[in-house]
């Protein structure tokens, strides 16, 4: 009896079965969560309701279903279903993020919301082995919310300081 316990709990963990895997897992698992990071720091900095760790975690979910739907051999049609899902999914915490004041025709955290749908995009192409896209991504995701904020705040008619 103990032997069929200790094989079936062996096959049951051999999902990383060598070190090629393993090192393949771990570095797009890993480049998600940092790239997710640095998006996250960037909302928090500025005080933003979805920051580091809510970033993180959005990238570490989205990297493992796509990393392990890779793994398991799941067909490129099968995992195109997985990643409409995480989309819908990723959609509607977005959703939650977004406030519209009722007395104004004003919404808020919508930039927010938008960057945590980037940061399952740039996940998503970790998890798939495409860290160099990924990387490029937050850059511009980076340029986008930083850069562009300058711009909105600059008004025409006054001389930038920066």
Request: aromatic residues 4%.
């Amino acid at each position: 009896m103990w032997d069929t316990v200790v094989t079936t709990l062996s096959e049951e963990f051999s999902d990383l079965s060598d070190a090629a895997q393993l090192t393949r897992v771990t570095t797009r698992l890993m480049v998600a969560i940092v790239l997710g990071g640095i998006i996250g720091y960037e909302r928090e900095h500025r005080g933003r309701s979805a920051g580091l760790r809510t970033h993180m975690l959005v990238a570490l979910g989205v990297a493992l279903i796509v990393v392990s739907a890779q793994e398991s051999g799941m067909e490129a049609g099968d995992l195109s279903r997985v990643l409409q899902g995480i989309f819908a999914g990723i959609g509607f915490l977005g959703a939650g993020a977004i406030i519209k004041e009722s007395e104004k025709e004003h919404v808020k955290w919508l930039t927010t919301a938008a960057s945590v749908w980037s940061t399952a995009a740039i996940a998503t192409a970790a998890g798939l082995g495409r860290e160099a896209t990924a990387i490029l991504a937050t850059v511009l995701s980076l340029a986008i919310l930083s850069w562009m904020l300058r711009l909105e705040r600059r008004k025409p008619d006054e001389p930038s300081d920066e």
